[in-house]
């Protein structure tokens, strides 16, 4: 089983940045995908990013493309989301999720799932 804990979330104003932290423990391996998703209230969960432990192949929804950068910290199995330039429409709780498959944005794709934290941006 691989745990996964994100942290970081938070109320931040329109055009601020926050960064979302996930921490992997358990039967991690560097082979696998990691992926940040969010849901906001009454929409159903999108990809937001994803990349692998090396950061040599790394995704992003169009939506967040130049505003979020996904990376990963080998040493401290962390992968981390950084955000700016949020619109209050990034308002969502994020989730962060691990795949033993290929690097994509397809949900079903991975296999382990944290419990999400809340960002919420105001105009």
């Known amino acids: 089983q691989v745990q996964l804990v994100e942290s970081g979330g938070g109320l931040v104003q329109a055009g601020g940045s926050l960064r979302l932290s996930c921490a992997a423990s358990g039967r991690t391996s560097r082979s696998y995908v990691m992926g940040w998703f969010r849901q906001a209230p009454g929409k159903e969960r999108e990809f937001v990013a994803a990349t692998t432990w090396s950061g040599a192949n790394r995704i992003y929804a169009d939506s967040v493309k130049g505003r979020f950068t996904i990376s990963g910290d080998n040493a401290k199995n962390l992968v981390v989301l950084q955000m700016t330039s949020l619109q209050v429409e990034d308002t969502a709780v994020y989730y962060c999720?691990?795949?033993?498959?290929?690097?994509?944005?397809?949900?079903?794709?991975?296999?382990?799932w944290g419990q999400g934290t809340q960002v919420t941006v105001s105009s």
């Open positions: 999720a691990a795949s033993r498959g290929l690097v994509a944005g397809t949900e079903r794709l991975y296999d382990y």
